[in-house]
């Protein structure tokens, strides 16, 4: 109990801050949970039934398209992860999570969270803002792919999440930048020479990344 108690206070931190009280009962409905490398969290299909914060490792979201996976997130480390239609809906996720590392995580379960909420401000409080954290994310990154260039994008990436550049395959680096592995590598070398912003690397298969309605 002490150490959901714990992931609680680390919620609240990140999120929103709660009262003692509050934290104690976020702490109560936490569940553990440990996936090794490679393991499946979340199948293309089922329903996301809980909020996932991540204590140790790293997931990534990702899904099929013309036959090509492309990964649309990552989360580690004091970030929570959930696909957002499917929780919200209950309906079966279009998506797939799936541990890079050896994860653990602590769910937040949708039927105890919402029976929280009838009865707990506070509880409400922080779904709304971890949904307006999740929200503003997602933003952020669709402006990123809508704007910048393939150096640009990989610029920003190391240096909001170097993390990611650090842990995560290049290939799924590549499909959640939007480019392909041949021009990420060129911009990374660029990036590396310090010539990434003066001479942004041009590659005409990016376009595969974005156009394949």
Known sequence: MDRRRDIAREIARIYCPLTPPAINVLSSI????????????????????????????????YYYKN?????????????????????????????????LESTKLYAIPYDELHTLMVRNQEMEMLYRKILEH??????????????EN????????????????????????ASFLQ?????????????????AKNNPPRDQNDAWWTHTD
């Open 150 to 173: 393939a150096a640009e994008r990989y610029e920003r990436l190391l240096h909001e999440k170097p993390e990611i550049i650090l842990r995560a395959p290049m290939v799924h680096i």
């Open 179 to 195: 480019m392909t592995p041949e021009t990420l590598s060129r911009v990374r070398g660029a990036a590396s020479a310090g010539t």
């Open 30 to 61: 936490l569940v553990p949970l440990k996936f090794q490398k490679g393991d499946t969290i979340l199948e293309e299909g089922k329903v996301c039934r809980a909020l996932y914060f991540v204590d140790k490792g790293m997931v990534r979201q």
């Open 67 to 99: 036959k090509k996976d492309v990964t649309e997130h990552f989360s580690f480390e004091g970030r929570i992860v959930f696909c957002i239609e499917s929780f919200l809906k209950q309906e079966p996720s279009r998506l797939i999570v799936e541990a």
């Open 134 to 147: 999740v929200a503003i994310s997602s933003q952020e990154h669709a402006d990123s792919q809508r704007f």
